[in-house]
């Protein structure tokens, strides 16, 4: 059974600085990961896919890469803004004859401190 | 271009009734996926509809069932409602092209359930 796990929790960073958030999986037999950030009450935004032949993805000041063979996923946000707080959760998907389904992390709560 | 469309935002029910959720994927997209979103779970995964046939399901109990028409909207329902069932709950479009597996997930809003 695939396990995804965030750490950490919870993030809280001054405006201005560059952060690392990390995702790791237990079956590396995944098809692609997605990243999305989610804002409380909300539903999810899609911020990265990154299909398992690629080891990184970047969208603006996000840039997210994946190791299969280790079974993690990084997202790295540049500059951060205080308009990057959210929740974000890394999600991974594994095929099982041409379905959909995603296997989401806990979630890592991140604050931007003005 | 509309993105997914979920309706209704809010529901609040009495526990032992039951209810239905709908949501429109995006247009042209085939594949539609249900989750639960609750503090203590997480995000869990209900069912995923293609082509108004259900291709795989969560381990949820028979009381969450859902259907998916030929315009690929879907509808999920809840019966006999329990306090647990409290939850946000979120649907997925995806485009899936012939021969591939997962592609990029589009979410909703989401439908805020609360059973009282």
């Known amino acids: 059974k695939q396990e995804v796990t965030q750490i950490p929790a919870a993030l809280s960073v001054p405006e201005g600085e560059n952060l690392v958030l990390n995702c790791s999986f237990t079956?590396?037999?995944?098809?692609?990961l997605q990243w999305f950030r989610q804002d409380p009450g909300k539903g999810l935004t899609s911020l990265l896919l990154?299909?398992?032949?690629?080891r990184e993805q970047t969208s603006g000041r996000l840039n997210a890469s994946l190791d299969k063979s280790s079974g993690r996923s990084t997202l790295y946000i540049a500059a951060s803004q205080p308009g990057d707080s959210a929740t974000y959760l890394c999600?991974?998907?594994?095929?099982?004859?041409?379905?959909?389904?995603?296997?989401f992390g806990t979630g890592t709560r991140l604050t931007i401190i003005p | 271009k509309a993105g997914v469309t979920q309706t209704p935002r809010y529901l609040i029910k009495t526990r032992g009734q039951q209810v239905t959720l709908s949501c429109s994927p995006i247009?042209?997209?085939?594949?539609v996926s249900w989750y639960q979103q609750t503090p203590g779970q997480g995000l869990q995964f209900l069912f995923e509809?293609?082509?108004?046939?259900?291709?795989n399901k969560g381990n949820f109990p028979g009381r969450f069932s859902g259907r998916q028409f030929s315009n690929s909207r879907s509808e999920m329902n809840v019966s006999t409602l329990e306090l647990g069932d409290s939850a946000l709950y979120l649907c997925?479009?995806?485009?899936?092209?012939?021969?591939?597996?997962?592609?990029?997930?589009?979410f909703g809003q989401g439908t805020r359930l609360t059973v009282v």
């Open positions: 997925a479009s995806s485009l899936v092209a012939r021969g591939r597996g997962n592609s990029e997930a589009f």
């Open positions: 079956d590396s037999a995944i098809y692609n």
């Open positions: 990154i299909q398992s032949s690629q």
């Open positions: 999600a991974v998907g594994k095929t099982n004859f041409g379905n959909e389904k995603l296997t």
């Open positions: 247009s042209g997209h085939r594949s």
């Open positions: 509809y293609f082509s108004e046939t259900q291709r």
